[in-house]
C-alpha cells in the first residue's frame, strides 16, 4: 500500500502510554472527588446537530467550530446553492451561520464536534426532561474540539471537566461546587493555590455606583481585571483608553481602594441593592466553605470578571503562582441551561483545565511513582522457553500483579535495559531445562541478580511491592 | 432565545447516569484485566486526516465516514471547484475518495472522524517509530463514527475496546490475548461463552484441497461459515449458487465431515504445507492456552471465517448462547499495521464489542448492586438548615462517603421516594435548632426511622455499607 503521512491531524496530538497514564490517575482522582460529593456521571455525543451549536458561542465560535459534511443527495444539493451563493455578489460563505444571516456552511454541513460541555448539557436537561431529578448534579469529563491557532499548550482537541448543579439558586450549591474543585486539586498535591471568588453583580454595582455607562460595563470589567497586572494607574489608563471618563475612573479606581476587601467594598456599595445583596451571598458562601477544604484558598478578588455575559452571580477562579491564566474556574450561570426548554432553570457549575492541571504536574513532576506501570517485565534467555516465560506470567497475574510478558527471547541486559526505559521496577528472566531457574533484578538494589525458585517468584515480588 | 429540538443526532445517544456506571464499571473491569497482561493503554484524536482514513475501509467505508468540513478560504475554492465537478457529465460528488478515482468529497472536507482503532494504531506505530517498544502491547477503550443507517443496538458514536500486540509473531501472542479477551469476559460474570478459534490458511487449505478456483475464495468462506446454522445440505446448495461446481462443493463438504475437528482437519489436510503449518499454530495456541483461564471457552471451530482479506493467521470469535452475532473478535493480521510505515509488521489482536457486552449484561442483569451509587442521600426538612445539611454532608465525605446532598428542603417521604428513584439506600434528613436531630432511614429495611446523633452518623452508614 501506498505510504502516507502519520501524523495525527494539526492542533491534536497521538497519547502514548506514558502521558495516557498520568491523564488516567488524575482523572480518577477527581472523578473520585466528584462522585464522593454526589455528582453523577453524564456523557453526550462527540457529534450534535450543527442548529444545537449554531449561535451559541458568538461569532468566533461558529467559525472554530468543526463542521461535519451532510451525506448522500443532501450535499449533492448543498453544493449546488452553495456555489450559487459564491457567485452572488455579496455572498459570504465562511460568514455567520447563525440564525439571522445563515452562510452557505449550513448547506454543507449538518452536524458540529462538541465545542464544550454546556451547550450539550442545556440540550439534556431538555431532552430528558421528567426522566432527571428536578436539581441535577453531573460531571462530565469529554474532549471538545475547536479549530483554533494550534500553539503551545492550546489544542485543537482537548478535555474539558465540569461540574455542575442544575435546577437549585441556593448558595449551598456554591459552596459545594468550590469545594470538590478544592479537594480535586488538593489530592492531586496542589498547595499554593487560590481559588479567588466575586460576583458578577458586585461588579456591575461598581460600575453603576462610578457611573459609567451599562454599554461600558465590558470595558470597565476587561481594566479591573488588569489591577494585579498594571496597578491602579494602570487601570485607570485602560478605563481612560477604553472611553470612560476621567471622573467615571476615578471614582471606579476609589471605590475599589488600595486593598479592595468585601468588607470595604460592602461599605462601598452600602447602598446598592443589588451590590449589597452580591455581598451578602459571597459572604453566606465563604461561611458554607469555613471548615471545608476551600476555606484554605478561596479569598474575594473584587478584581475577577471572568469572561464575558456568560455568568450571573457567583464567579470562581484557581491560580496558581509562576502559570499565566487558569487551573479552572466557573459561576452561577441561571439564563443559559433554559435556551433549550425555553424554562428558567439555575444553574452553577466549576470546569477545571485538565490540560493545564496536566502541564503543571508533569513541570512540577507531582505524580505517584508507579502509576500503573507493569510490576514487572517477564522474557526467557531462549525463543524454546517462551511458553514456559508465559506459564510464569499467567501464574503472576493470577496473584494480581502486572506483567510485561515480552514475547520473544532477551539477554538479561537487554531486558534489564528495556525495563529501565519502560520504568518498570522488576524483572524476571528464565531458562527451562537443566537448571529450571528464574533470575531476578529490580531496579535501585544493587545490579546482583538473585535466582528464585519459580513458585516463589509471585511471593517474593509482592513483598516488594 | 430561541427553543431548538433537544434530540442528539440520528444514531447517537446521551449517556445518562444509569447507564454510564454500568458502562464505567464494565471498562473499569476491562482496563484492570488489560493492565495485569503488561498491555499500556493509547489514545488517538477522534479526528483523522481524511487521507489516512481513506481507501483502508473499502468502498463501503468510505461511505460510511463522517467527513469535516474544510475551514476558510480552501472550503470557498473546494466549493467552486465541487460545484465544476457535479456541471460534468459523469461527475459523481457522493462517490468514491480513494486514491485512483477521487469524487468531490476531498474538495470539502480534509479530516474524518476515527472509524475504527486499527488504521490509527497502524499510523501511530509509523509515526512514532522508535520511541514505542519493538514489541508494542497497547489497548484502547475509544469511540468510532460509522454514519450508517441506525437500527436496534447498531449506533452512529460506538465504543470500540482493542488490545493488540505489534511486533511479535510468536504464538504466545494468541494465547495471551485471548487469555486476556477471556479473561475480562469470566470476570464481568459470562460462563457460556465459547471461544472459537481457526486460521485464515487452514481455511484457505481446505478450498485449495478442495479444488475450488481462488477467485472463488470468499464465496466458499461465507457458505462455510453458514454451516451450524444451514446444515452440510445447505452449504452444499451455498456452494453451488455462488458458482462452485458440485464436485469442489462434494469435496469441500467431506473435508469438513460430519463434526470437523482438529485431529479430522489434521489428517485431511497432512500433505498441504500450508494447512499442516496453520494446524501446528493452533494447536500451539491451546497447548499455551492449557491452564489459563481461556481453555475453559475455547473450541476449534473450522468452520469459523471472520470477516474477509484482513486477517493473516489464528482467528477468534467469542459467542454467547441466544446473542446473533459475537461478543467480539480478533486474529492475526500481520499485513495491515505496515501500511503508513512501508515495512512488514505482524500484530495479532482482540477487539471487545462493549456494546452488545453491555446489552447482554443488562438483559441478564449482571451487574453489582451498588455500582458507584451515592451512599446517601442528605437534605433539611427547613430551607433553613441547608447550612447544617452541607455541614453534615461534608462531614460524611470526610470519612469517605458518596453523599448526594439535595440543595434545598425535603419532606422525609419525598426524600425516601428520591432515594428510591435513584437506588440510594440510605436517607439522611435533619433538623437543627431545638431538636437538633438527624434522622435516617435505610431501603430495605422495615420503614420505620432512627434519630441518630448527628456525630454518629457517619459510623452508622459505614457500619451498614
Known sequence: MAKAKPQPPKGTRDRLPEELRKRHYVVEVIREVFQRYGFEPLETPAIERLETLSGKYGEEGDQLMFKVLRR???????????????????????????????????????????????????????????????????????????????????????????????????????????????????????????????????????????????ERETDALVAIDKLDKVGRDGVVQELRSRGIDADSAARLITLLGEDPSLSRIHEQLRDHAGGAQAVAQIEAVQQLCA???????????????????????????????????????????????????????????????????????????????????????????????????????????????????????????????????QAISSVVWLEVGATDKASLWRQGEDATERDVPLELVADYLRSKR
Request: glycine letters at 10%.
Open 291 to 421: 471548615g471545608t477544604i476551600a476555606e484554605k484558598y478561596m479569598r474575594f478578588d473584587a478584581t475577577l470578571a471572568r469572561g464575558l455575559g456568560y455568568y450571573t452571580g457567583c464567579i470562581f477562579e484557581v491560580t496558581v503562582p509562576d502559570l499565566a491564566g487558569s487551573l479552572g474556574g466557573g459561576g452561577r450561570y441561571d439564563g443559559l441551561i433554559g435556551m433549550f426548554s425555553g424554562k428558567d432553570v439555575p444553574a452553577c457549575g466549576f470546569s477545571l483545565g485538565l490540560e493545564r492541571i496536566l502541564v503543571v504536574m508533569d513541570e512540577q513532576n507531582m505524580y505517584p511513582e508507579t502509576l500503573g506501570r507493569p510490576d514487572v517485565a517477564v522474557a526467557p534467555i531462549k525463543e524454546n522457553d517462551l511458553p514456559a516465560a508465559f506459564r510464569l506470567a499467567q501464574r503472576l497475574r493470577g496473584e494480581g500483579l502486572k506483567v510485561d510478558l515480552r514475547p520473544k527471547a532477551f539477554k538479561p541486559g537487554k531486558l534489564r535495559q528495556y525495563a529501565e526505559q
Open 72 to 214: 448522500g443527495q443532501p450535499l449533492v444539493d448543498g453544493v449546488r446553492r452553495a456555489a450559487q451563493h459564491l457567485a452572488e455578489p455579496g455572498a459570504v460563505l465562511e460568514g455567520r451561520s447563525g440564525e439571522t444571516a445563515p452562510g452557505a456552511e449550513p448547506l454543507l454541513a449538518d452536524l458540529g464536534l462538541r465545542y464544550d460541555l454546556t451547550v450539550p448539557l442545556a440540550r439534556v436537561i431538555a431532552a430528558h426532561q421528567g426522566k432527571l431529578p428536578t436539581v441535577f448534579k453531573r460531571y462530565q469529563i469529554q474532549p471538545v474540539w475547536r479549530a483554533d491557532t494550534p500553539g503551545r499548550g492550546r489544542f485543537r482537541e482537548f478535555y474539558q471537566c465540569d461540574v455542575d448543579v442544575v435546577g437549585s439558586t441556593s448558595e449551598v450549591v456554591e459552596a459545594e461546587v468550590c469545594a470538590a474543585a478544592s479537594e480535586c486539586l488538593d489530592r492531586l498535591g496542589f498547595r499554593e493555590f487560590a481559588l479567588r471568588i466575586n460576583h458578577r453583580a458586585l461588579l456591575r454595582a461598581l460600575i453603576e455606583t462610578a457611573r459609567i455607562a451599562p
